[in-house]
């Protein structure tokens, strides 16, 4: 949960900093988890790509959920555009221990909220096939507010969104994954461009190769894995997790030297 606010904690305790070496994993962690994503949810993805050319056509749905989520992902990746485009930049001049640490708080907050209100509505849920326009922006404004603020935890937050718009948590898990591919995609293309600035690459091919495949792998694993939890578990333990990461990061940066961590230079 909340790679971006991971990837950080890890060039904190690596001491990596915030130049071309850091650019070239996060390009990697982008590309990889794009890679993931595509192979995980490629049913879906074929699914959607005859039901745009049915639409076109002007033929019915052979698949109504497929069909469904057209306008709602479009809709929904706005948010998460304009985000990146006019705020990231400020909000990540902001990121320290602290905010992450605060934030996580506030995602555990959330994923309670989201459960208990789910607890109540149970039985009555909505599956893909009656996805709305308002699920769609409500789910990418949550999208949004994860990619500014690190340690929300975008995939959670997202699920715990379309379960306030009362997704049954499978088919929520199932949006929250096909919302993520074209910001990821579009992240991973802006930071290629980044990278082209550099004068001389920083790290060996053989060595961009083998952490690409990583990511892909390591990616595509945590994704089925999150797939299959969800449609049996809450996400009650991904919150407590992220409460006592949150809790640790705090007190590091109140009491500095209580725990190794640096924020990147």
Same mark, same amino acid.
């Given at each position: ?28 962690? /982008? ?30 749905? %052979? ?98 969104? &379309? ?52 990511? %892909? ?15 049996? /578990? ?11 990461? &949150? ?19």
């Amino acid at each position: 949960m909340s790679s971006t606010a991971h990837l950080y904690l890890a060039q904190s305790i690596l001491g990596i900093r915030n130049d071309e070496m850091a650019l070239s994993f996060d390009v990697l962690l /982008h590309l990889g988890t794009a890679l993931a994503l595509i192979v995980a949810t490629r049913r879906e993805l074929i699914a959607m790509i005859q039901e745009t050319a049915r639409w076109i056509r002007g033929r019915p749905a %052979a698949d109504p959920a497929a069909r469904a989520m057209l306008i709602p992902l479009v809709v929904g990746t706005v948010p998460g555009v304009l985000a990146g485009l006019l705020l990231l930049r400020r909000f990540e001049e902001m990121r320290t221990l602290l905010v992450i640490g605060i934030t996580m708080l506030i995602a555990c907050g959330y994923f309670f909220f989201a459960e208990g209100i789910a607890d109540r509505r149970r039985g009555r849920e909505r599956d893909l096939a009656d996805l709305r326009l308002q699920d769609g922006l409500w789910i990418g404004v949550a999208q949004a507010a994860a990619g500014l603020l690190a340690g929300l935890s975008r995939s959670g937050l997202t699920i715990a969104t &379309g379960k306030l718009r009362r997704l049954n948590r499978p088919d929520a898990a199932r949006f929250s994954f096909l919302l993520a591919l074209p910001i990821i995609l579009g992240a991973g293309a802006k930071a290629l461009l980044d990278l082209r600035k550099v004068a001389e690459p920083t790290m060996s091919g053989s060595v961009l190769l083998v952490g690409f495949v990583a990511s %892909a792998v390591v990616g595509y694993l945590a994704i089925e894995f999150m797939l299959k939890f969800v449609r049996t /578990h809450s996400l009650r333990p991904f919150g407590i997790y992220l409460a006592a990461l &949150g809790l640790v990061l705090i007190l590091t940066a109140v009491f500095p030297g209580l725990v190794p961590f640096s924020a990147p230079r």
